[in-house]
């Protein structure tokens, strides 16, 4: 384990892992690229803590056992989205998942060639469990309570920033695709306590 500080600001960013990038919201906000189009990641104040890396995560229900890797921004500010279509990653400017606050996984659902790692996270159910390993040997989990699907422009905030303590969020992309962007329209994003 090691000790993290947590700076989690009252800014926010424009989140977009995993597909094609949208419009920006404000122009005060970074663009940010893929799964999480248009989503608002707001940031919290300072809190040190226990923490360590995801490097696994564990679906049951669905079928999915994949590596997690970290998610970095590139030079304009957005999130790079994972290069494998089997894996996904972790926004790791936020929370680690067990750490208070909302931690973000993402991945793609599709590729060119047919389904990608979350292919299946449209038919997670309230209840579901969702195991993280971690890179101290230890795991979390987390359990399923709700599942909802958001236009990318329209993704709202409670999706990074709703109740107290760990939670986590898988994103992905949904509904439609629009042949003219090359991207779905929206994002399907499942809640996890």
Known sequence: MRRRSLALVAGAL?????????????????????AL??????????????????????????????????????????????????????????????????????????????????????????GARVHVDRADGSTVTFTVSRLARYPKDRVPDEVYNSGEGAQLRLITCGGTFDRARRSYRDNVVVFAR
């Open 37 to 126: 189009d248009g989503a608002v990641v707001p940031q919290a104040a300072s809190v040190t803590v226990e923490a360590a890396n995801p490097v696994r995560l564990r679906i049951p229900s669905i079928g999915v056992s994949t590596k997690v890797i970290p998610l970095k921004l590139d030079k304009a500010g957005r999130l790079i989205a994972p290069e494998p279509f089997d894996r996904v990653g972790w926004h790791e400017g936020g929370p680690e998942p067990g750490e208070r606050g909302v931690a973000v996984i993402a991945g793609h659902v599709d590729s060119r060639t047919g389904p990608a790692v979350f292919f299946r996270l449209r038919d997670l159910r309230k």
């Open 14 to 34: 424009v989140a977009t892992v995993a597909c094609a990038p949208a419009a920006p919201r404000a122009a005060a906000a970074p663009q940010v690229a893929g």
